[in-house]
């Protein structure tokens, strides 16, 4: 057991200058250090991110024989209340990951947009072709325009993943109208 002398004011040791101006760069070279860890991972985890991201074009396909497809639709009271158009659509893989695109869907009061679930293998830069079921109720469908559609997609990681697309579907306004007015059917 030690004594403690409570009339004397306590040593304090000071540390020589040397010591401390050791200490200091010691803490500084930690500090930097540290830095340049974080900024490595920080560079390794964007680079991760980069690489699992998917980035999927869909395009409308508006070649001579783009509206060669299915038309239909359903009649009631002698008008064309319902019109469907089977067209194709182009996806394209802009990520870094080759893709499996399971399902393509929009759907807004009126128009829906949707491919048949299956397997379609994209390499990336490939593109692949798709039918595209077009559902339009002709009261409130109309006009078709820029559509945000979800893709339901797998990576080669065994991920399930939503990415989101624009679909310019402007060139099936024309049929459509057609098809409401009831004089492809």
């Known amino acids: 057991m030690s004594v403690i002398d409570l009339d004397r004011p306590a040593t304090v040791r000071s540390t020589p200058a040397r010591r401390r101006a050791a200490n200091v760069v010691v803490a500084v070279a930690v500090f930097v250090a540290g830095g340049a860890g974080t900024s490595v991972w920080d560079s390794w985890q964007a680079g991760r991110e980069r690489s699992s991201e998917v980035s999927v074009l869909v395009l409308a396909d508006t070649g001579p024989r783009a509206n060669d497809a299915g038309v239909g639709g359903v009649v009631a009271g002698g008008k064309v209340v319902d019109?469907?158009?089977?067209?194709?659509?182009?996806?394209?893989?802009?990520?870094?990951?080759?893709?499996?695109?399971?399902?393509?869907?929009?759907?807004?009061?009126?128009?829906?947009v949707r491919t048949a679930e299956k397997?379609?293998?994209?390499?990336?830069?490939?593109?692949?072709?798709?039918?595209?079921d077009v559902r339009v109720v002709c009261a409130r469908?109309?006009?078709?325009?820029?559509?945000?559609?979800?893709?339901f997609v797998r990576t080669n990681d065994d991920r399930e993943r939503t990415a989101v697309a624009v679909l310019d579907a402007r060139d099936w306004n024309e049929q459509a109208r057609v098809a409401c007015?009831?004089?492809?059917?």
């Open 83 to 112: 019109a469907s158009l089977t067209r194709r659509v182009t996806l394209v893989n802009a990520g870094p990951l080759p893709i499996d695109v399971r399902e393509l869907r929009f759907s807004r009061g009126g128009l829906t």
């Open 181 to 185: 007015a009831g004089d492809l059917l």
């Open 141 to 151: 469908g109309l006009p078709i325009g820029r559509l945000p559609v979800e893709l």
């Open 119 to 132: 397997q379609r293998l994209i390499r990336q830069g490939q593109a692949v072709q798709a039918e595209a």
